[in-house]
T-cell receptor, first 110, second 115 residues
C-alpha cells in the first residue's frame, strides 16, 4: 500500500475553508484516494473518494493533480462540529484492507 | 450503506481474563474487519473475517490472543484473551459493502480498559 503523509494538526475558525494536503508519492496506477473522518468516541466515517481531477459531494471536495502524487481535501465553511481527525488513504489492496496513517487533527474554533 | 452495532460499548476488565466483543450488521456483508485503536493513535488492522473461512491475521496479531468467529453474514465476534493493561484500546469492527469502491462502514467501537 502506498504510504501517505499529511500534517499532524490544523487549526481553523468557523466559516473558513480548510484544506488538508496529503502526499502519496508512490501511488500506483490502480490506486484510489479516500478520506475518512473520525470524531472522538466514534468509528471513522467515509467522506470522499477520487481517482483524478476533482470530486465534490455534499460534505467536501477532493482535488487531485494530474501526477496524482498528492491530493487536497477541502472542507468549505467549517463549523465547530467539523473538529475531527481526517485520514487520507491510498489503495486498493486486493483484499480491501485499509491502512490508516496518523491522520490530521482539525480543530475548529469559534 | 450499513449500520453496525457493537457490544459492549465499554468494559473494565481484570488482567488475565478474556472479553468477547460482538459486531452486528444490519445487512449481509462478505468482508468484516477488526481494528484496534490505542489511546491517541491511529487504527491498526487486527484481522479480516470472512464468512465460511478462517480469519486472516495481520503481522503482530495471533489467533490465540484474538480469536475471531464469523458464523454468518451479519455477525462476528472478537475475543481479547488473557488480557494485560497493554490491551487497553478501542476495538472497532468494520464492513465493506461494495466491491466497486473502498468505502468501509465502522461500528462505534468498544472501549476496553484492563486493570
Amino acid at each position: 500500500l502506498a504510504k501517505t503523509t499529511q500534517p499532524i494538526s490544523m487549526d481553523s475558525y468557523e466559516g473558513q475553508e480548510v484544506n488538508i494536503t496529503c502526499s502519496h508519492n508512490n501511488i500506483a496506477t490502480n490506486d484510489y484516494i479516500t478520506w475518512y473522518q473520525q470524531f472522538p468516541s466514534q468509528g471513522p466515517r467515509f467522506i470522499i473518494q477520487g481517482y483524478k481531477t476533482k470530486v465534490t459531494n455534499e460534505v467536501a471536495s477532493l482535488f487531485i493533480p494530474a501526477d496524482r502524487k498528492s491530493s487536497t481535501l477541502s472542507l468549505p465553511r467549517v463549523s465547530l462540529s467539523d473538529t475531527a481527525v481526517y485520514y487520507c488513504l491510498v489503495g486498493p489492496s486486493n483484499d480491501y484492507k485499509l491502512s490508516f496513517g496518523a491522520g490530521t487533527t482539525v480543530t475548529v474554533r469559534a | 450503506s450499513a449500520v453496525i452495532s457493537q457490544k459492549p460499548s465499554r468494559d473494565i476488565c481484570q488482567r488475565g481474563t478474556s472479553l468477547t466483543i460482538q459486531c452486528q450488521v444490519d445487512s449481509q456483508v462478505t468482508m468484516m474487519f477488526w481494528y484496534r485503536q490505542q489511546p491517541g493513535q491511529s487504527l491498526t488492522l487486527i484481522a479480516t473475517a470472512n464468512q465460511g473461512s478462517e480469519a486472516t491475521y495481520e503481522s503482530g496479531f495471533v489467533i490465540d490472543k484474538f480469536p475471531i468467529s464469523r458464523p454468518n453474514l451479519t455477525f462476528s465476534t472478537l475475543t481479547v484473551s488473557n488480557m494485560s493493561p497493554e490491551d487497553s484500546s478501542i476495538y472497532l469492527c468494520s464492513v465493506e459493502t461494495s466491491r466497486s469502491s473502498y468505502e468501509q462502514y465502522f461500528g462505534p467501537g468498544t472501549r476496553l480498559t484492563v486493570t
